[in-house]
Structure formats: structure tokens, C-alpha cells
């Protein structure tokens, strides 16, 4: 193959996520695979592996949400807030689990479209009225 089609691309792509199946396992990691932009040789196709370890705000999330009234649905969703009194703006957030023993919501901000790594806690009611203004 000298140059790659972009379904040859989608089948490359393919074979290796079901290759990096068995290295999820055994390290016990979710392993995401994405094309990145566009190069200008036609003979080059370059791709993004990210590797996320277990989440234990996760696991406790999907565990007690229903304890706290939190909604399943929520968790992974983004939602814009404003920023704190004083600044101009919104920042976006995504709901990414739940904090034991404060059962607080953990929320990561989200940085150009990315999670920052950065963490609030937030209320039930706050993502509450966050996510059900997003959803009317």
C-alpha cells in the first residue's frame, strides 16, 4: 500500500482498537484511538492513543447516584456555568463522578473541548439545574 484511502485509514483504525483489547485487560485501562488532522502526505496517517486508568469517582457515581438523586444519564454529560462572581463568561464542565464520603458531584473542566484534569465539586441541585436548563 503507497497511499492510504480514508478506507483504508477507518480499517486500520479498526484493527487496532481490537488489538489494544487485551493490553486493556491486563492493565486495566480504557485505551481510545483517534485519526488526528489531516496530513499533507498521503502516505503517512497518524493517530492519538490515550490511555485513562479506572475511575473511582466514576465507580462511586454509578454505585450511589441514585442515593443522592443524581441521574445516571448525567454522568459523562457537559454543562456551561457561570464563572464565579466578578469574572465575565462561562467555563464548561463534565460530570465525571461522585465523592465519597461528601457526596459532592465531581466535575472536570473541560479545556477547549478537552478535560483539563481540573476538578469542582458540585451539588446535586447545581448540575441538576444545570443539566435540566441544557435538556428543555
Known amino acids: 500500500m503507497s497511499e492510504f484511502t480514508q478506507e483504508s485509514v477507518n480499517a486500520i483504525q479498526q484493527d487496532i482498537v481490537k488489538a489494544l483489547k487485551s493490553l486493556e485487560k491486563k492493565y486495566d485501562v480504557t485505551l481510545t484511538v483517534e485519526r488526528t488532522a489531516k496530513g499533507l502526505w498521503s502516505h503517512v496517517a497518524d493517530f492519538k492513543l490515550t490511555a485513562m486508568g479506572s475511575n473511582p469517582y466514576r465507580d462511586n457515581y454509578l454505585k450511589h447516584a441514585?442515593?443522592?438523586?443524581?441521574?445516571?444519564?448525567?454522568?459523562?454529560r457537559d454543562f456551561w456555568r457561570f464563572k464565579k462572581p466578578g469574572s465575565v463568561g462561562t467555563d464548561e464542565f463534565q460530570v465525571i463522578g461522585l465523592k465519597?464520603?461528601?457526596?459532592?458531584?465531581?466535575?472536570?473542566?473541560?479545556?477547549?473541548?478537552?478535560?483539563?484534569g481540573k476538578h469542582y465539586l458540585l451539588s446535586?441541585?447545581?448540575?441538576?439545574?444545570?443539566?435540566?436548563?441544557?435538556?428543555a
Open 124 to 135: 446535586v441541585e447545581q448540575i441538576a439545574e444545570r443539566l435540566e436548563k441544557k435538556s
Open 100 to 116: 465519597l464520603p461528601s457526596k459532592e458531584i465531581v466535575c472536570d473542566k473541560l479545556i477547549n473541548g478537552k478535560l483539563s
Open 66 to 76: 441514585s442515593e443522592i438523586g443524581a441521574k445516571l444519564e448525567w454522568l459523562g
